[in-house]
Antibody
Framework: QVQLVESGGGVVQPGTSLRLSCAASGFTFSTSVMHWVRRTPGKGLQWVAVISEDGDEKHYADSVRGRFTISRDNSKKMLYFETNSLRPEDTALYYC?????????????WGQGTLVTVSS | DIQLTQSPSFLSGSVGDRVTITCRASQGISSRLAWYQQKPGKAPSLLIYSVPPLQSEAPSRFSGSGSGTEFTLTISSLQPEDFATYYCQQHNSYPLTFGGGTKVEI
């Protein structure tokens, strides 16, 4: 079954960290560009990060650059998102998403999301 | 960053109605705009995009048009399963950006 399953979300205090994970199945993960996209109550959908097939190239939204790190383990078909120095405005449903093709910058497969709530 | 402005943000319609949603970009993005549909409790799903050429993974009642800075998504005849929130997304350059969404309700 072609799917992405996220995990690792939770309720945390400002300034703390969470590691989000995304397990891929049913497709060739190692040849797929992968993204993290979040949905916030106030701002709707926001793209946050992308990683190339081999993990060598990464891009981040300005709002998370320097605090969040995207990584992957192709042998395990896993995508990760290390989120540090969390802020209340990072509260969101975090989706991992597959890029439709190299250079497409489109999301053709999404997980169901993992909820991150940052609150004191 | 490229800003996308969607209008309207809310749309009330009936089954059989023809509806149009507009997405305006703050700068030219050629034809590299995609549309997604999101239903409550579900992940977004890709409807229409332009690589180019214009590609669609949606039923034929959905159509997209535009280039440069102004784009439209049209549903020719609203069906019960079309009541959802629609987002545009530019796939021209990083950072990728989305419009604010249009909620289509009965």
């Amino acid at each position: 079954q072609v799917q992405l399953v996220e995990s690792g979300g939770g309720v945390v205090q400002p300034g703390t960290s969470l590691r989000l994970s995304c397990a891929a199945s049913g497709f060739t993960f190692s040849t797929s560009v992968m993204h993290w996209v979040r949905r916030t109550p106030g701002k709707g959908l926001q793209w946050v990060a992308v990683i190339s097939e081999d993990g060598d190239e990464k891009h981040y939204a300005d709002s998370v650059r320097g605090r969040f790190t995207i990584s992957r383990d192709n042998s395990k078909k896993m995508l990760y998102f290390e989120t540090n120095s969390l802020r209340p405005e990072d509260t969101a449903l975090y989706y991992c998403a597959r890029d439709r093709c190299f250079g497409c910058r489109l999301f053709d497969l999404w997980g169901q999301g993992t909820l991150v709530t940052v609150s004191s | 960053d490229i800003q996308l402005t969607q209008s309207p943000s809310f749309l009330s319609g009936s089954v059989g109605d023809r509806v149009t949603i507009t997405c305006r970009a703050s700068q030219g993005i050629s034809s590299r705009l995609a549309w997604y549909q999101q239903k409550p409790g579900k992940a977004p799903s890709l409807l229409i995009y332009s690589v180019p050429p214009l590609q669609s993974e949606a039923p034929s009642r959905f159509s997209g048009s535009g280039s440069g800075t102004e784009f439209t998504l049209t549903i020719s005849s609203l069906q019960p399963e079309d009541f959802a929130t629609y987002y545009c997304q530019q796939h021209n350059s990083y950072p990728l950006t989305f419009g604010g969404g249009t909620k289509v309700e009965i």
